[in-house]
């Protein structure tokens, strides 16, 4: 399996790398949390426009981008809009969700950018091809908010955003039971071991499914999500303690 290099971080490799999402409203809520985060440290910075009270102006969503790459500095930044039928803050048409994901990929203050499986092959095609010509890599995603597909069902949508050209794919579902937990544990371990080129990402939500945030090393995992100040799933632990946990694992295997 390659690990990806995103500037000074490499996915895929050792120990899973945290990413910190900003779900600010207003631009100076967004550029506290960066200030923050910027301080206690994170592999990968997530910016989920979604939150952001002027997510459809690109001027307004530009000018936000350049003060968090000023903050974050050499730290990555990964660009999620996230809609409200995958358990976002922002009802889009496909058309205008692609145009504002391909402006920002093509304005260079991004370093990774999410693209919702579920929006349409040739639709996620064409942000993956915008990407790539940018140098961007692709988190390609889907989030299950009400249940836990069956393992065949979570592999075969992982290996679906792989054959799309995804540099990442990531699947979040939700448990039911502690057995969802283990299904997904499952087709982690199955997709890395079988059939994953690069790196996944995969997390069962809510305390059910914490453990599945901890133990990516184990199961197949390249990054988790934690939280400085308001997360934006359920589930997630603040990221010192996930970085203590993450550690006393590493040096256990």
């Given at each position: 399996m390659n690990a990806v290099k995103v500037r000074n971080v490499e996915i895929g490799t050792g120990i899973p790398k945290i990413c910190v999402p900003i779900?600010?409203?207003?631009?100076?809520?967004?550029?506290?949390?960066?200030q923050e985060i910027a301080a206690i440290g994170a592999d990968v910075v997530e910016w989920r426009v979604d939150w952001y009270d002027d997510c459809?102006?690109?001027?307004a969503v530009a000018e936000t981008l350049r003060l968090l790459r000023d903050i974050l500095g050499d730290t990555p930044v990964l660009f999620t809009l996230r809609t409200a039928k995958e358990g976002g803050k922002k009802e889009i048409t496909p058309?205008?969700?692609?145009?504002?994901?391909?402006?920002?990929?093509?304005?260079?203050?991004?370093d990774m950018v999410d693209a919702e499986l579920?929006?349409?092959?040739?639709?996620?095609?064409?942000?993956?091809?915008i990407a790539h010509n940018f140098g961007v890599i692709v988190v390609a995603s889907n989030h299950e908010f009400h249940r836990?597909?069956?393992k065949e069902e979570l592999i075969k949508r992982l290996i679906k955003m792989q054959e799309l050209g995804?540099?990442?794919p990531k699947i979040a579902v939700m448990p039911q039971n502690k057995k969802d937990v283990l299904t997904l544990l499952a087709a982690t371990e199955e997709m890395t071991g079988e059939h994953a080129r690069g790196p996944i990402?995969?997390?069962?939500?809510?305390?059910?499914?914490?453990i599945s945030r901890l133990?990516?090393?184990?199961?197949?995992?390249?990054?988790?999500?934690?939280a400085v100040g308001k997360g934006s799933a359920p589930g997630q632990l603040g990221v010192k303690e996930l970085r203590t946990v993450l550690n006393l694992l590493h040096d256990s295997i």
């Open positions: 779900v600010g409203e207003t631009r100076s809520e967004i550029v506290g949390a960066a459809g102006q690109f001027p058309e205008d969700y692609v145009k504002l994901n391909q402006d920002v990929i093509k304005s260079g203050y991004i579920f929006t349409g092959d040739a639709y996620v095609q064409s942000i993956i091809e836990t597909p069956e995804a540099d990442i990402i995969t997390m069962s939500m809510t305390g059910t499914g914490v133990c990516g090393e184990v199961f197949g995992s390249s990054l988790t999500f934690g």
